[in-house]
């Protein structure tokens, strides 16, 4: 089985960095998709972006793109989000999550999850 631990978030400024930890442990293969998923006040989960496990292959929401970089840290099993030029509408509860079918990005796709963690921009 797989289990994931978020970690990193906290309150941050608007237009500020934050960097998001996904340590990863259990059986995963090179193809596992690794996603972020977030979800906001009143709102339904959101695929933020996502990365196999060997690091081959990312793709992105196209709402974060170019501010968010998703990468693999084979030394230290973990996912992580580095978030740069915080917006207030990014604030959310992030989740990590994998998939056993590759960097998808529906919700149901996904068989591990982990707990979350809060990340509030203050504008």
């Known amino acids: 089985q797989v289990q994931l631990v978020e970690s990193g978030g906290g309150l941050v400024q608007a237009g500020g960095s934050l960097r998001l930890s996904c340590v990863a442990s259990g059986r995963i293969f090179g193809w596992y998709g690794m996603g972020w998923f977030r979800q906001a006040p009143g709102k339904e989960h959101e695929f933020v972006a996502t990365i196999t496990w060997s690091g081959s292959s990312t793709y992105y929401a196209d709402s974060v793109k170019g501010r968010f970089t998703i990468s693999r840290d084979s030394a230290k099993n973990t996912v992580d989000l580095q978030i740069n030029s915080l917006k207030p509408e990014d604030t959310a509860v992030y989740y990590c999550?994998?998939?056993?079918?590759?960097?998808?990005?529906?919700?149901?796709?996904?068989?591990?999850w982990g707990q979350g963690s809060q990340v509030t921009v203050s504008s």
């Open positions: 999550a994998a998939s056993s079918q590759g960097t998808v990005t529906a919700r149901s796709s996904y068989d591990y």
